[in-house]
């Protein structure tokens, strides 16, 4: 336990978030609306009914009842961003940098088929930078913006085949928007603008489970719940406080197990299209994915006996519309496994590679008007995971 839990503390410091820059992510509450682990990810974002040694309960609480040993995994993505953005005429501007850090922990007791789960996941994580002329103006602006969830919950075994779970949400974040706006042809004055924004709210996550041999079914909801914003323009304090409503958030999916492959699907659903969010225009999202995962032995010899090595490979794909004005997003995934640290059983290390492209309409609140915005991306992703026993 101790060996797991210096490795789980080293890994922590290794994915504390960093800034990477994305004009979607400074326009959203929650960046594209994917959630999940390095795994599911790779299996095009389709996790919420994977349950065996190695999942996380990130997308659905439920799944954390199959282990009867602590887990904890521990994850972080890099995304390069190739942008696209008509507000900006001559220059296409590009980013790269971490963006989505997440930690799991999953707590068997000894109760059978009862778990305690934990987690933290990190969405937005990005902080952009611009300088260009306005006329006789220089401007420059700097956009930056966290945005983190915290739960806490458990998870019971109804029956042999179907599994409950449910978890408490704390959202939790702040934006800050900086303009200095500098006129030396006319007025030699420089303009200093800046918005300060704190967000709090407390939600929850339900999700449920029935599996067999051959297929899993699963299902997660996250019901609206109140999202606070408090507000300051140039450090002061803006009264009173305003708040909107994050839209309820359906995921529902399968995983077939024939043999040595697994096969998933997942749709997901949310309804921005009443949010009324910092007068960003959004739309109602849907997600469609399906991915795949198989076992892959490679037989070797050692000493005269043959041997196999295991080596996991994924692949996966995703489409989504909305969210977004007029937003539409594809993504082609992949991914496989190692297993490096022999000492240290259950542990694992899961890796990403994903490409893909979002393009919206973009609304300036700056200057105004609306804009082609086109984003393509790859990402890469690692994480590990690591089991101990507590109990037994």
């Known amino acids: 336990m101790k060996r797991t839990l210096l490795l789980s503390i080293a890994a922590l410091f290794a994915v504390l978030p960093l800034f990477g820059g994305s004009f979607l992510a400074l326009n ?3 960046k594209y609306n994917l959630q999940g682990d390095i795994r599911s990810f790779s299996m095009g974002v389709s996790g919420v009914a994977l349950t065996d040694d190695y999942n996380t309960s990130l ?6 009842t199959g282990k009867d040993r602590i887990f904890i995994n521990i994850g972080e993505t890099y995304s390069s961003l190739s942008i696209d953005y008509d507000r900006f005429t001559g220059f296409d501007p590009s980013s790269a940098d971490f963006d989505t850090p997440y930690l799991n922990i999953i707590f068997p007791l ?13 969405p937005v994580n990005s902080m952009i930078e611009l300088h260009y002329t306005n006329g006789t103006e220089e401007v420059e602006e700097v956009h930056e913006k966290n945005i983190n969830f915290a739960e806490f919950g458990a998870a019971y075994e109804l029956l042999p085949a179907l599994s409950v779970g449910a978890g408490a949400l704390y959202a939790f974040g702040n934006e800050r928007n900086e303009y200095t706006i500098t006129d030396e042809t006319y007025t030699e004055e420089t303009t200093y603008n800046k918005w300060k924004y704190t967000y709090s709210g407390i939600g929850f996550h339900l999700g449920a489970l029935y599996r067999s041999d051959f297929a899993n079914i699963g299902l997660s909801y996250y019901p609206a719940f109140d999202i606070t914003v408090s507000r300051s323009f140039n450090d002061a304090r803006i009264d009173p406080e305003t708040s909107f409503t994050y839209p309820a958030q359906w995921t ?3 995983s077939l197990t024939p043999g040595a492959l697994t096969l998933t699907g997942e749709w997901t659903a949310i309804d921005w299209s009443g949010i009324d969010y910092n007068n960003y225009v959004l739309d109602k999202m849907s997600r469609l994915s399906f991915g795949a995962e198989y076992d892959l032995k490679i037989p070797y010899r050692r000493h005269g006996n043959l041997r196999t090595f295991d080596i996991p490979v994924r692949a996966g794909f995703y489409t989504q519309k909305g969210f977004y004005e007029d937003g539409k997003e594809w993504g082609l995934t992949g991914g496989f496994s190692l297993f490096p640290f022999k000492s240290v059983r259950g542990a694992r290390m899961d890796v990403l590679l994903s490409y893909g492209q979002r393009k919206t309409l973009l609304e300036d609140a700056f200057q105004g008007g609306l804009y082609d915005y086109k984003e393509n991306f790859f990402t890469f992703g690692v994480s590990f995971s690591a089991t101990d026993k507590w109990y037994k």
Do not use: E, Q, R, W
């Open 28 to 30: 959203s509450f929650g």
């Open 59 to 64: 997308v659905n609480p439920a799944t954390a």
């Open 110 to 122: 000894p109760m059978k088929g009862s778990v305690l789960t934990a987690s933290y996941y990190s």
């Open 252 to 254: 529902m999916g399968f």
